[in-house]
């Protein structure tokens, strides 16, 4: 038996249908939601990467007086305070097989040179709750939260930055590319994380 099924709690098994989604900003707002799906145990499987997001539609300027010229989908710290820039694509969109490489490689070069450290803690210390997000990040036995944005600071200084390419189905093509660059691009790290939708088909056909 393949495919995915789901036990109700009457005991009905239900077939799940792998379906795309509907826009780019549902898949962006799962992520924003659950940034668990980012599979930090994937990434590093001896010390799981959990994540803090700073925030979505965050801009990257492109010199020292511009205010922003890109706005990058998401932007997240892990617990040793490596931002993480994330981009977001649908399989269906065209671009994610070769253009949104150098799309995030400007947005990763930019945001090098020109983040302002101050901004993001900023933009991040504006959300509610932020400095308890902040402790349950880093944990409460070593929750000195200056030491942690210091130590944004130095990655981001040192180009010790992640870049992540999420989408619900991940081409070959941008899978060779990935590859090739997380081999060239030391200290920083490149993936591509592939989150699919399986949506019961019984509520997929009263829907369609």
């Known amino acids: 038996m393949g495919g995915i099924y789901l036990i109700q709690e009457q005991g009905q098994l239900v077939e799940m249908a792998e379906t795309s989604y509907q826009s780019e900003d549902l898949l962006q707002k799962l992520l924003a939601d659950y940034p668990s799906l980012l599979a930090g145990e994937q990434i590093d499987s001896a010390a799981p990467r959990r994540w ?3 925030s979505r539609e965050i801009l990257i300027p492109d010199s020292e007086d511009s205010g922003g010229r890109w ?6 710290l892990d617990q ?5 820039l994330v981009e977001v694509k649908r399989a269906s969109d065209s671009r994610i097989r070769r253009e949104v490489v150098g799309q995030m490689l400007d947005y990763a070069a930019n945001a090098v040179n020109y983040w302002s450290i101050d901004k993001i803690r900023t933009q991040f210390e504006a959300k509610r709750d932020s400095e308890q997000l902040l402790i349950e990040l880093i ?6 939260t200056e030491k942690f944005w210091q130590q944004v600071t130095t990655n981001l200084q040192a180009g010790k930055i992640r870049l992540i390419f ?4 991940i081409p070959v093509e941008l899978q060779r590319i990935v590859e090739f660059l997380n081999k ?3 200290p920083a790290e490149i993936l591509a994380v ?5 949506v019961w088909t019984e509520l997929e056909d009263l829907s369609s």
Not at 71 to 76: E, P, V
Not at 80 to 84: E, H, K, L, N, Q
Not at 139 to 144: Q, V, Y
Not at 194 to 198: D, F, N, R, T, V
């Open 194 to 198: 592939e989150i699919k939708q399986y």
């Open 184 to 186: 060239q691009m030391n």
């Open 71 to 76: 706005a990058l989908d998401h932007l997240f």
């Open 166 to 169: 999420v989408a619900d189905k």
């Open 139 to 144: 944990g409460e036995d070593n929750a000195n």
């Open 80 to 84: 040793d305070g490596i931002p993480t």
């Open 52 to 54: 803090l997001l700073v």
